[in-house]
Nanobody, 115 residues
Framework: QVHLVESGGGLVQAGGSLRLSCAVS????????VGWYRQAPGNRRELVAF???????IYADSVKGRFIISSTNAKNTLYLQMNDLKSEDTGVYYC?????????WGQGTQVTVST
């Protein structure tokens, strides 16, 4: 069982920055990939960025060059550095972890970008 807890969301002006954190506990060694997803009101949850256990990173086109995903060496904390935020980045951001058996989710953290 993998347990994920996000933090770091908030209200920020367009052009500003935020750093999200995700505390990972439980079956860390069973995780193949971990990432950030977001969901805006009325929209489906979408991938923002993820990192594999081989440290390969993938970003959504909409955040390339602005967001950076990283994790600690112990893989017990995942970060998302978000720069040059835009109004369309507003949404609930979720941390998600994949094992061979399942995908686990955190409870989410709200990010609101004001213009």
């Amino acid at each position: 069982q993998v347990h994920l807890v996000e933090s770091g969301g908030g209200l920020v002006q367009a052009g500003g920055s935020l750093r999200l954190s995700c505390a990972v506990s439980g079956g860390i060694f069973s995780i193949n990939a971990v990432g950030w997803y977001r969901q805006a009101p009325g929209n489906r949850r979408e991938l923002v960025a993820f990192i594999t256990d081989a440290n390969t990173t993938i970003y959504a086109d909409s955040v390339k060059g602005r967001f950076i995903i990283s994790s600690t060496n112990a893989k017990n904390t995942l970060y998302l550095q978000m720069n040059d935020l835009k109004s369309e980045d507003t949404g609930v951001y979720y941390c998600g972890a994949d094992t061979y058996e399942a995908r686990y989710w955190g409870q989410g953290t709200q990010v609101t970008v004001s213009t």
